[in-house]
């Protein structure tokens, strides 16, 4: 199937940037299309249907979302996105994994960052200076009896 706005149909949309072509004439790649483009752009109703259905097809892509955007399409608010953003890699990837609540992740956010950017030789010696007593009873076993 060809799309609408592929210029070699005779059709130049232009609220669209063009294909980027090879040097052999094929195109490179979809299309894209930013998220501030979407949400900026002037466009019909019939316009927003046919650019959603050539998204659809893999005709378009979508780059850069707005958060606003990413909200939406996830049905979360923005401050929970924006609480998401401040979350170290590691940290965020446990919350993608379901191993912590954002929630947990948000408030352990800078305990957690030192400790998974620690050596192994800062780890011990923060074991040895807070205790094991005090990790256990006041880290671990919270961890144990506590459901989610």
């Known amino acids: 199937m060809t799309s609408i706005y592929r210029p070699d149909n005779g059709f130049a949309i232009s609220f669209l940037p063009p294909f980027r072509r090879r040097r052999n004439g094929h195109y490179l790649e979809p299309r894209r299309v930013t998220g501030r483009n ?32 990413i909200c939406a399409i996830l049905h979360v608010s923005v401050p929970y996105l924006r609480l998401a953003l401040t979350l170290s890699e590691k940290t965020r990837a446990r919350v993608l994994e379901g191993r912590v609540s954002l929630s947990d992740a948000a408030r352990a956010n800078g ?38």
């Open 111 to 148: 305990l957690a960052a030192a400790y998974f950017g620690a050596s192994s030789d800062v780890k011990v010696a923060a074991g040895r200076t807070i205790g094991p007593a005090a990790i256990w009873d006041e880290m671990v076993a919270p961890c144990l009896t506590t459901t989610d």
């Open 38 to 69: 979407l949400a900026h752009v002037g466009r019909t109703t019939s316009q927003r249907a046919a650019l959603g259905a050539e998204r659809a097809l893999g005709h378009v892509r979508l780059e850069r979302p707005t958060i606003k955007q």
